[in-house]
């Protein structure tokens, strides 16, 4: 499926985008494991999300829904997921395949996960050798990458584990293999990075202490169900926030986004680049902050990214680059090279897409150099990457010329109802099939 994008498009009026990716893949793994039935609300509906229910499902986990954002899970407590009848496929999931790896190492079966073509790429090396040093029995494909083997009935020893690098889903896997671990289990982060896993686990009465960068959990406890509502995703949100204030005369308002401060990096870096950003109405959701955000149109100027933010804003990256490129002058981002390892190589992939576009795009090892300039309009390719679609579609907002965008069925992955919502605010865009694209 295809993109198919005019320009003059707008970008006016209320939203609510669909619910928090993170915090859905951990409501349900954390659900499934506890004592009680855990009801979820405003959960994620696409694919990644999906991808994680499902395994818990062919694990004996019995889960309703999701159906408008509800999910009923009936925990079968700690101990009690069953083997799988088969391999669990993820998808383009790498959230599910690391912290699933976690929580998994201590199981008594073997469990082997395998992904799509972009997952099946990806770094996995970064959870086994922690998970072996706890004891865990850890199969890789060639050179670390997926099919993920745990092998059953390993006894798991505690951790006192320095993250190589900032990943909330390799501090997440420890935490969560700690949870079965024999004493106690410790992770220490070289940046904050997103902390979901850590609230989430207070939320179901699990004692986490976090000191700076230290978290701290102790293992053989139990967890006790509870609620979770969870927010509309701030990294889908992004794409909005970017396209408002790119989009001359946009006047946009989007409702109950999380603003949790491991994520708002995206709000950080657009301010300090002129952005006319107003964050109202916060408050507190289960254990979550939340905010009504409105996002106008501003002129905005290149800047040097602090790297303080870079893991505060790691998805919303590729849009960030578009908001460069819409920039007057120079951006500059450093510290990055985290950005090769998702979906794509978001700063090839993105270089690649605007240089197509017409605009000076210059990838470096550990990010990229864009001169702010004029979008004209070009056929770009997603390569497998959600995010990477969405971001070339809010180009269009200030393109000369029609973009077309191939391979964006993974946009479901992340944001099902992108191109209706889209279409919805204002920006000119179809979706199309790749046989009618020549
Ligand atoms: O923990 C999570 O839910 C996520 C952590 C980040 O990955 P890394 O830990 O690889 O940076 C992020 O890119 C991903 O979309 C979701
Ligand atoms: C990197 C992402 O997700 P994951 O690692 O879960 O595939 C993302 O959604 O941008």
Redo the contacts with the bound molecule.
């Keep these: 499926m295809e993109f198919l994008l005019q320009p003059g498009g707008q970008m006016r009026g209320t939203a609510r985008v669909p619910g928090d ?1 993170s915090i859905s893949h951990r409501s349900i793994m954390l659900g499934a494991i506890a004592d009680g039935i855990t009801t979820v609300d405003g959960f994620l509906e696409g694919e ?1 999300a999906l991808s994680t229910l499902k395994a818990f499902q062919a694990m004996g986990v019995q889960i309703e829904g999701p159906e408008n954002g509800r999910v009923v899970i009936h925990g079968v407590g700690r101990d009690g997921l069953k083997a799988p009848a088969g391999d669990l496929y993820v998808g ?4 599910s395949m690391r912290l699933l790896a976690g929580l998994l190492a201590g199981q008594n079966f073997d469990v082997t996960m395998t992904g799509d073509v972009s997952l099946s790429k990806r770094p996995m090396e970064r959870v086994a050798a922690p998970l072996r040093a706890m004891g865990a029995v850890v199969e890789t494909g060639e050179g670390g990458r997926p099919p993920l083997t745990l092998r059953g009935g390993s006894k798991l020893q505690g951790i006192d584990y320095v993250l190589p690098m900032a990943s909330a ?1 390799v501090k997440s896997c420890v935490l969560l293999a700690g949870l079965y671990a024999e004493g106690q289990t410790r992770t220490t982060e070289p940046a904050p990075t997103r902390d979901h896993s850590e609230r989430m686990l207070r939320g179901f009465g699990y004692d986490v202490h976090v000191a700076g960068p230290v978290a701290t959990l102790q293992g053989g406890g139990r967890l006790s169900a509870v609620h979770i509502d969870v927010p509309a995703d701030i990294s889908s949100a992004a794409f909005f926030m970017v396209a408002a204030s790119i989009c001359p005369n946009a006047d946009l308002t989007l409702e109950h986004v999380g603003i949790n401060p491991t994520r708002v990096g995206v709000i950080n870096i657009l301010r300090a680049m002129g952005g006319d950003i107003t964050v109202f109405n916060e408050r507190e959701v289960g254990g979550e902050p939340v905010a009504d955000i409105r996002i106008r149109h501003a002129k905005l100027k290149g800047i040097n990214i602090p790297e303080d933010q870079v893991p505060l804003a790691i ?1 919303e990256f590729p849009v960030l680059f578009v908001a460069a490129a819409c920039a007057e002058g120079r951006t500059v981002l450093t510290g990055a090279e985290e950005l090769r390892v ?2 794509s190589d978001r700063i090839q992939v993105m270089a690649d897409g605007l240089q197509a576009m017409g605009i000076s795009a210059v990838p470096t090892e550990d990010g990229i150099v864009i001169e702010g300039g004029q979008i004209t309009g070009a056929t770009v390719n997603s390569h497998h990457d959600h ?1 990477i679609a969405m971001s070339f579609a809010v180009a269009s907002l200030r393109a000369t010329k029609t973009i077309r965008i191939q391979d964006c069925d993974n946009v479901a992955t ?1 944001f099902p109802n992108f191109v209706e919502l889209a279409a919805s605010l204002g920006m000119q865009i179809e979706q199309v099939d790749a046989e009618s694209a020549s």
């Design positions: 990716k990644d383009n999931s790498g959230t889903q998805d998702k979906e995010r992340s």
